[in-house]
């Protein structure tokens, strides 16, 4: 049996804004390794706020998360910034590239940020993460220089160069068209087939949803149905 890379396990969260706003209600489930999982569900069910606790980014709530069966409970911010480096992989909407770096460079940042490996290493972790999404021909070119299907292409290598347990990624389809959310697609399902890459994508786009192994449908802040 696939091993769960992470697993939320009662999470509730609560702002309070000036009253008390309930917005995330006892949330558990397990994602295995090599599993794609989308969470779907109406604006404001909680999509982007569960995304950002389960990022380890926000520790300020009820119940337990685990990655790669270790508690997130209880951390410091340095051994929660080494988690956030060397485990999971961010893809965003936005790229979020440095435009002023070549492409390449972009790649190597969470590498390098990482200190586990030389430079020359990362260097060619990224030349190897470029060439299976096919894009190693634009490494030296300026990141402000290429298409934006391109850059979200560059985002998820450089989301893989620390080969993390699991890549997490907010609406990565959302500023795409068509043909360019297609080969996003078509990327993270190699990665889940092919590498065993474990993938939790929130997202609006109910195509891409239904596409994936399974999909986590919030509403109100409560898991409805999985
Ligand atoms: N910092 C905050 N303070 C108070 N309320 C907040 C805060 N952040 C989010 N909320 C509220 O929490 C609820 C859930 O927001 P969240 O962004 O998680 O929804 P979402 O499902 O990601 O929505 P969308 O699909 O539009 O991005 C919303 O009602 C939002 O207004």
Known sequence: MNEV????????KSFHDPVTLPILKDISFTIKKGEFVSITGK?????????????????????ELFIEQENMKG??????????NAKIGFVFQFHYLIH??????????????????????VRQRAIDQLRALDIHMLANKKANLISGGEKQRVAIARALINSPSIVLCDEPTG???????????????????????????VTHDQEFAANTHRIIEMEDGKIVQK
């Open 75 to 84: 951390k410091t911010e340095n051994q929660l910034a080494y988690v956030r």
């Open 175 to 201: 500023n795409l068209d068509k043909a360019n959310s297609e080969i996003v697609f078509k990327i993270f399902k190699h990665l889940t087939r092919e590498r065993q890459q474990t993938i939790l994508v």
């Open 5 to 12: 890379v992470l697993e939320a396990r009662h999470i509730s």
């Open 100 to 121: 002023e770096f070549t492409v390449i460079e972009n790649v190597m940042l969470p590498g390098l940020k990482l200190g586990a490996h030389s430079e020359e290493e």
């Open 43 to 63: 604006s404001g069910c909680g999509k982007s706020t569960l995304l950002y606790i389960l990022s380890t980014m926000d520790t300020d709530y009820d119940g």
